[in-house]
């Protein structure tokens, strides 16, 4: 089992949303997410395991230098974590740093008046900003879940 220990860097703190450039230990060196087969399920799951509520990756982060170690991330809904997931060995990919990835977490909850709305996440936008698919989630008590 891998134990991925998660260093971030908080680029833009904008509640509620956080914008991380992610990095990751092994063998006490720290390196690089390739986005090679991270999706937004990917990030929901490591946004979940730094305590956010929910996340999306991206690849417009500044490059990282060094060695990139994690690649064909593959995480399924229900993952806690990203050691959890299948990925490839240590440092084994076809990467380059114009690759890495960053994540935009968030913290948001839902309010009263949102009590019964409905939302997707970690889904795939083919049209700007709405998300055609995703996880079905609604708001009840205060909490979004599925």
Known sequence: MKYIYIYIY??????????ITIRVFHHVLLGTVCSEGFDNVAAEVACQQLDFHT???????????????????????GKSEL?????????????????DIGLTCTTEDCGASDEGNIRLVGGQSTDGDVTYSG????????????
């Open 10 to 19: 908080i680029t833009s703190p904008i509640i509620p949303f956080v914008h």
């Open 83 to 99: 050691s959890e997931c299948r990925m490839s060995d240590w440092g084994v990919h076809e990467c380059t740093h114009s690759q």
């Open 55 to 77: 996340g999306t990756f991206t690849t417009d982060v500044t490059q990282g230098t060094g060695t990139i170690w994690l690649g064909d991330v593959d995480c399924k809904y």
């Open 135 to 146: 996880r079905l989630e609604i708001c009840h008590d205060g909490k979004w879940g599925s």
